[in-house]
């Protein structure tokens, strides 16, 4: 029990540094004046009419799609970042305690 109580708020660290990472990132790229990509429209078009949605295709609706898709983006970028760092960390860890 012990154990599971001392691994909860680490992982409540991992998701909001995750969150707050990929909200900062995303602020990047919106801050970025530039229309969006033609490769990221005809991406969220070919989704859309996969998925059977052609009628979220309309200009108002693309931009909001856009937006989740850069979401998604900054979330799996942020959240590598901190798998990488505690990885690490938990190899100097180990490394220190001379491999136990």
Do not use: H
């Not at 609706?61 to 590598?80: I, N, R």
Request: charged content about 15%.
């Amino acid at each position: 029990m012990k154990k599971i109580a001392m691994r909860a708020p680490l992982l409540l660290a991992n998701v909001a540094v995750t969150a707050v990472g990929a909200w900062g990132l995303l602020r990047v790229i919106l801050g970025l004046p530039a229309n969006m990509p033609y490769a990221v429209d005809m991406f969220l078009r070919m989704t859309l009419e996969i998925s059977g949605n052609d009628a979220l295709a309309n200009p108002d609706d693309m931009e909001m799609l856009s937006l989740l898709l850069y979401l998604c983006v900054s979330v799996t970028v942020a959240g590598s970042a901190v798998l990488a760092c505690n990885l690490a960390f938990y190899r100097y860890i180990v490394k220190r305690r001379g491999g136990q």
